[in-house]
């Protein structure tokens, strides 16, 4: 697993904003920057900021014609996270049922 990846997935993800932007992504398919600006109360510098944390995190693209630049989400970097919940729940998953089996035989015990 590349650990620096997930880590810019995370911290990107890990933002109300960053959240939202790729949520309207998602919702509406590639936007200009200065539509997806439109959604948010702040600059079009600090939208700006936002789209480049989610470009190094791989969360989106960027899309230049002429002078205008597109954003679409790319989803396929979630496959990181997702592994690694997955293998947080395994975890989980294994320790419960050895509780299972711990309090399950302590039961038998005291029968």
């Known amino acids: 697993m590349d650990e620096d990846a997930l880590s810019r997935i995370l911290k990107a993800a ?4 960053r959240r939202r932007i790729l949520t309207l992504l998602v919702q ?6 200065t539509a997806l600006a439109a959604h948010f109360d702040m600059s079009l510098n600090a939208v700006s ?14 899309r ?9 989400a790319e989803l ?5 996270t997702e592994d690694w919940f ?7 998953e294994l ?10 035989k302590k039961d038998q015990d005291d029968e």
Do not use: N, Y
Request: proline share 2%.
């Open 76 to 80: 396929e970097p979630l496959r990181l």
């Open 28 to 33: 509406e398919g590639a936007l200009r920057v």
């Open 95 to 104: 320790r419960l049922a050895a509780l299972e089996t711990v309090l399950l």
């Open 49 to 62: 900021k936002h789209i480049k944390v989610l470009e190094e995190a791989g969360l989106v693209t960027r």
């Open 64 to 72: 230049t014609i002429g002078r205008e630049h597109f954003i679409a």
């Open 14 to 17: 890990g933002d109300t904003t």
């Open 86 to 92: 997955g293998q947080l729940k395994s975890i989980w």
